[in-house]
């Protein structure tokens, strides 16, 4: 079990299940969204994420065509992405988690639109786009 809380502590959530791998996003929507380097997420089931409270200070941002950015409305943390294309699963920012991950990053993705002040040091898995995965563990 998971918890986890945006910054002010007004949405609180729960996912009982497994992490997917966790990625380092390095798009340029991500930078802006998250005003750093990368974002780092890992995906989701759904129907095993739930909110504890304030989840009527979630905000939904649709970032491009089918693709939601869930923040939260008070304070403006980031806490999960969604895409139209993959309904079972979000792509919940791991900053948010109350608890240790167990388990570090696996992979760099959209490394070529990456800035241009920051530079990837580890010998991670680099890919200029990235995967679609249903399959959380």
């Known amino acids: 079990m998971y918890t986890g809380q945006c910054l002010c502590g ?10 997917g791998p966790v990625a380092l ?3 340029s929507q991500c930078r802006r ?13 759904k129907i095993r ?3 504890l409270s304030g ?11 089918g693709k939601y950015r869930a923040f939260c409305r008070r304070c403006g943390s980031q806490l999960y992405s ?12 791991v900053g948010s988690l109350n608890e240790p991950l ?5 992979q760099h993705v959209y490394v070529g639109s990456k800035s241009d002040w920051f530079t990837i040091t580890d010998d991670l898995p680099q890919f200029e786009k990235t995967e679609r ?3 959380p563990h």
Request: glycine share 8%; charged share 25%.
């Open 55 to 65: 989840e009527e200070q979630v905000n939904e941002f649709e970032s491009r065509p």
């Open 10 to 19: 007004d949405i609180t959530y729960e996912y009982d299940g497994p992490l």
């Open 49 to 51: 994420f739930r909110f």
């Open 82 to 93: 969604r895409v139209d294309a993959i309904p079972g699963i979000l792509r919940l920012r």
């Open 25 to 27: 996003c390095h798009c």
């Open 102 to 106: 167990g388990k570090g990053p696996a």
């Open 133 to 135: 995965t249903n399959d």
């Open 33 to 45: 969204a998250h005003g750093s380097a990368f974002s780092a997420s890992a995906p989701v089931q």
